[in-house]
């Protein structure tokens, strides 16, 4: 089995070569997720399944507030959301358009950060930030 990474607006991916693609926490980096479902689409041989997986619209609500009340960037709750253009609300009608929709499972996340510091790295890896 081999990695490949690319851009998912135009994958260096052959198309209907597939069995099984997975598109984790991604859609939402994309101001046009419906061109992603349609490259996913076209990269799937007849037949095959894509694993798709993304947050909700408010999944930053928490880390928002902490990011206010420790200074660390006070406007952070007035920032648009990461997730505006795709998340776990919309994603069913979105990948809808390009495929056929098996099944959609809702979980609950919750971040945990160690401390002041663990908080600080993580958020420094989120474009919103």
């Known amino acids: 089995m081999n990695a490949v990474q690319g851009d998912f607006h135009q994958s260096p991916l052959p198309g209907a ?4 693609l997975v598109a984790a926490f991604c859609l939402y980096h994309s101001q ?3 061109d992603v479902i349609a490259e996913v689409a076209h990269c799937l041989a007849p037949g ?10 408010d999944s930053y609500h928490e880390i928002d507030q ?3 009340d420790t200074d660390l960037d006070p406007r952070a709750t007035t920032r648009p959301e990461l997730y505006e253009a795709s998340h776990s609300g919309d994603a069913t009608d979105i990948v809808a358009t390009g495929l056929d929709v098996e099944a959609v ?3 609950e996340h919750t971040f945990r950060a160690n401390d ?4 600080a ?8 930030y």
């Not at 070569?17 to 099984?20: A, L, P, T």
């Not at 095959?48 to 619209?57: D, E, M, N």
């Not at 002041?116 to 908080?119: P, Q, T």
């Open 17 to 20: 070569g597939f069995d099984v």
């Open 32 to 34: 046009r997720p419906r």
């Open 48 to 57: 095959g399944r894509a694993v798709l997986a993304t947050k909700s619209i």
């Open 66 to 68: 902490l990011m206010c």
């Open 105 to 107: 499972i809702h979980r």
């Open 116 to 119: 002041f510091f663990h908080l």
């Open 121 to 128: 790295s993580y958020a420094a890896t989120i474009p919103k």
